[in-house]
């Protein structure tokens, strides 16, 4: 079964600093995408920044970043400069390419506060 | 351009009724996702559809159906409502139905079963 795990239940960061949030997933496929959404307490989700498997350089999107180990089934998500406008849950996802369905497998999400 | 727009925001039932929950996508957007959140975790997979086609279905009870319009717009229906249906409903659209095709999330309906 695929499964998305982060491990991370909450965490705080005071403002201007960087904060780093793991994820971990499961697949035996070898093409697939990875991506990280924020759902602030509105309650919309926004993607935050995606990556494709297949790419060794790990993507970059301003003050977001991912560090990808494709062996290691690792996804984190860097945040630098951290902003009170980043309090939100961060959900990392995954995106199967050969079922057929392009649907979404979540973690379970982490709650993510910024202090000033 | 108009985002993702589903209704209502929020909605209150009783054990063994039904629920209708609609879903608008961007404009252009022929696909149509839906995901169950209940409180604390992930989003978790029910439908999706793609020229008014289901295209797959999560791990949910036939109680759950769904269907695409013409307009691409969709609904989601529960029949025979548990307490344990009770969570935010989201909507995702997309273009199509590619690998890394990204999905954009309307608001959620908050559908609670007393």
């Known amino acids: 079964a695929q499964t998305v795990t982060q491990s991370q239940p909450e965490m705080s960061v005071q403002e201007a600093e960087t904060v780093t949030l793991s994820c971990t997933y499961d697949t035996s496929e070898n093409n697939y995408y990875l991506f990280w959404y924020k759902q602030p307490p509105s309650r919309q989700m926004i993607l935050v920044i995606r990556?494709?498997?297949?790419?060794?350089q790990n993507a970059t999107e301003n003050r977001f970043s991912v560090n990808f180990q494709k062996a290691a089934k690792s996804f984190s998500l860097k945040i630098s400069d951290s902003q009170l406008g980043d309090t939100a849950m961060y959900f990392c996802a995954f995106m199967p390419s050969t079922s057929g369905t392009y649907k979404y497998i979540f973690g379970t999400g982490t709650r993510l506060k910024v202090l000033a | 351009d108009a985002g993702v727009t589903q209704s209502p925001t929020h909605l209150i039932k009783t054990r063994g009724q039904h629920v209708t929950l609609r879903c608008s996508p961007i404009?252009?957007?022929?696909?149509v996702s839906w995901y169950q959140q209940v409180l604390g975790q992930g989003p978790q997979f029910i439908f999706q559809y793609y020229e008014k086609e289901e295209r797959g279905r999560g791990n949910f009870p036939d109680r759950f159906s769904a269907r695409q319009f013409p307009n691409y717009s969709s609904e989601l229906n529960v029949n025979a409502l548990l307490l344990g249906d009770s969570a935010l409903y989201l909507c995702?659209?997309?273009?199509?139905?590619?690998?890394?095709?990204?999905?954009?999330f309307g608001p959620g309906t908050r559908l609670t079963v007393l």
């Open positions: 990556q494709e498997a297949y790419k060794q």
């Open positions: 995702a659209s997309s273009l199509g139905v590619r690998t890394g095709n990204e999905q954009f």
């Open positions: 404009s252009g957007h022929k696909s």
